[in-house]
Structure formats: C-alpha cells, structure tokens
C-alpha cells in the first residue's frame, strides 16, 4: 500500500481533496490532505512571513515526523509549487510526482509569469477572486450542489505564494518518477507549461476531459491515476 499526500490548491483547503481520499483510504492506502499554512480552517493563522517555501517547509516537517517514506506526492494547481520545494526538501522521502493541471515552477518564475488572474480581492496577508468570479468562472463548470458546496468552503489564499518568485535550487536538476495529468477543458494552468513540467521530467503524460477541479468532477479517475501512476 502506498503513503500518499495531497497538496491543494489556491484558495482550498484539505477539504477538496474529499472525494478523492475516500476510495483511496478504502483501498488500504494511508492519505494525508493537509491543509497548507494560512488556509482553508488554518485562515485565522494568515501572518506575514507565509511563502511557498515555508508551506513546503512544514510539510517536510510533517513527514519526517510520520515516520514516512516512498510518499507519492500529488499537486494540483498552486498546489504544484509547493509539491516541487518540498520534493526538493524531503528528497529521500519521496516515491513518486504526480502534477494534476498543476504549476511547476522554474527558480526565480513567479505565478503571474504562468497565469493571469482577474477580479481579485487582495488584504494586506491574502488574495483570492470575488465571490462572483469564483462562482461564475472559476466552478462554473460544477454541478449547482458541488458549487454550494466548494464555495461555502472557499478561503483566500496567502500573497505570497500567488506573487513571489519561487525558491528551487536543485529541483529540475534530480531525477524523478513522475505523470502529469492535463485538464483538456481548464485554460490554466496552459497545456504548454504543463508539457513544459513533463518534457523536463520525463513524466508520464495523461489526460482527462474535464476543467481545472478533476478531483471534484473526476474522483474516481483521479485515484485511479495517483494509484497507477
């Protein structure tokens, strides 16, 4: 069986990655789906000092304390990014990459280089979209249940990580076991940075005909892909 972690995205939490972790966990596979630093239930904790790394950093932490290895990493969107600095951290820790519709960063990129974003809120801690922008453009595709449902959950994201030049001083340079999962109907992240991420790699390539929240609208091939690689 194997040791799994889930990374999520920008403005989720753990939370998303619901219906994904289930069939999983039913299979005998041990699931972490963290909620990252600042996010999600852990938004009361949104601080200055809150970056990419630092969220890799305490992931790192946490499974070293577990104890764990041979871990399956998985990212999803911005999730990506924290994926790529915590590989590069826990090196030995680490099975295998799997980067669904998800960032990956060269050192020095910043998001805005990748994607372009609209209708933003911005605090002086966190940035995210205006409720209607998230409703009618970033889950449009969702069914009406699953929107309410995400939407009520939706939280902003830190700035740093969606601004801020990413740290990765080895990453590109190891080996890796690794897929990319492409979304056929999400705009971003673009399909070319994602065959960008599986050329340097030498990743598996899938593809799923879904948008950008496969593990909402596509659970059960989700699994089946983080399982397979």
Not at 155 to 174: D, I, K, N, S
Request: proline letters at 6%; a negative charge; one cysteine or more.
């Amino acid at each position: 069986m194997a040791n799994i972690m889930l990374i999520h995205g920008a403005y989720q939490g753990g939370w998303i990655w619901k219906r994904v972790a289930a069939p999983l966990r039913e299979k005998g596979h041990l699931v972490l789906a963290p909620s990252l630093d600042g996010c999600a239930e852990r938004q009361a904790q949104l601080r200055p000092g809150i970056t990419t790394e630092s969220q890799a950093e305490e992931l790192a932490a946490l499974l070293f304390h577990e104890d764990l290895t041979e871990v399956v990493l998985v990212g999803t969107s911005a999730g990506g990014m924290v994926l790529c600095r915590l590989a590069e951290l826990a090196r030995e820790r680490v099975g295998r990459l799997v980067f669904l519709d998800a960032l990956a960063l060269r050192d020095g990129e910043a998001l805005p280089d990748i994607v372009q974003r609209r209708n933003v809120r911005r605090t002086e801690l966190a940035t995210g979209p205006t409720p209607e922008d998230a409703a009618w453009r970033l889950f449009a595709d969702l069914d009406p249940a699953t929107r309410d449902w995400v939407l009520a959950r939706c939280t902003l994201h830190p700035v740093a990580p969606m601004e801020a030049p990413v740290r990765l001083e080895r990453f590109w340079e190891l080996p890796w076991a690794a897929s990319v999962i492409w979304c056929r109907q999400s705009a971003n992240p673009p399909e070319a940075h994602q065959r960008r991420t599986a050329e340097a790699l030498g990743a598996a390539w899938h593809e799923l005909e879904t948008g950008h929240y496969p593990m909402l609208t596509e659970a059960e091939a989700v699994a089946r892909l983080i399982e397979s690689g």
